[in-house]
């Protein structure tokens, strides 16, 4: 008596337990006998199956179609095509349509229908280009002729000027260094005058500093008696040229 009532215990909590789903339903293992067999049979024997559920020919909304509501467009369905008509027929009418839309597209203008049959289109000349190398078109403009009375209209409305003398040059206080390269001879580097002192080169290199230019350094250089003097220190080598000046720039271009 005492196992039957742990037994009886067990059996309720099988009852009451939930099923558990089968892992294989949804993928064909669930099928009714029914399908299964008609199947089988069809695999064993080549029988074909039964057809799935036709489509539906409910036609679909005409508004879209430019109808009312409710109403086929002309011809029939829109799924089917007019009664009596071949698909040749069909297509004939799918291009005049497509045709026409691209002509109300184009402002009313025909499209080019682009074939390799069509000729090359007729190139036109470009009014910005000139062709004043083309010899042909050139000589159905212009002749000898032409081009004799044209440059003598201009020679008659031309105005020659003389050219004349530079006006002097105006004097002013400061030594002309243009004149001074041309009033020598000699090359930069060239001892002319003599200069005594110690560490020339070493002062004239911290006095030349002072100058934005060595033709600012040559004009001092010579307001302060220079080249016969260098009270300021600018010409250690005695060569007349203060602080790398060179007077060979002014000659060539004279000479050229």
């Known amino acids: 008596m005492r196992l039957i009532y742990p037994i009886l215990a067990l059996g309720l909590l099988a009852a ?5 789903p089968d892992s294989g339903r949804g993928v064909g293992f669930d ?46 369905s829109i799924l089917e095509p007019p009664p009596g008509t071949s698909p040749g027929d069909e297509d004939a009418a799918i291009a005049a349509e497509a045709a026409a839309a691209l002509a109300a597209a184009n402002s009313g203008e025909v499209p080019l229908q682009a074939s390799p049959s069509n ?10 280009i000139s062709n004043e190398n083309d010899f042909s078109a050139v000589s159905e403009r212009r002749s000898i002729e032409s081009d004799a009375e044209r440059i003598a209209r201009i020679r008659q409305v031309r105005t020659e000027v003389a050219p004349t003398a530079l006006p002097p040059r105006p004097e002013d206080a400061s030594p002309n260094i243009v004149n ?16 005594s ?25 010579l307001e302060r008696g220079g080249p016969d003097r260098d009270r300021l220190g600018l010409d250690p080598d005695g060569d007349g040229y203060a602080c790398a000046w060179d007077p060979a720039p002014f000659r060539r271009a004279v000479r050229h």
């Open 16 to 20: 009451c337990a939930p099923q558990v």
């Open 31 to 76: 099928d009714p006998a029914s399908l299964r067999a008609e199947r089988d049979a069809a695999l064993t024997t080549g029988t074909p199956l039964a057809p799935p559920a036709a489509i539906s020919s409910e036609p679909l909304d005409a508004t879209a179609q430019g109808g009312a509501p409710g109403e086929l467009p002309p011809g029939g």
């Open 119 to 128: 000729p090359a289109p007729a190139a036109v000349n470009s009014f910005g």
């Open 180 to 195: 001074y390269a041309l009033s020598t001879s000699h090359p930069k580097g060239t001892r002319v005058h003599s200069r």
């Open 197 to 221: 002192g110690i560490n020339l080169v070493a002062r004239a290199q911290r006095n030349c500093a002072k100058y934005a230019s060595p033709d600012q350094a040559q004009i001092a250089f």
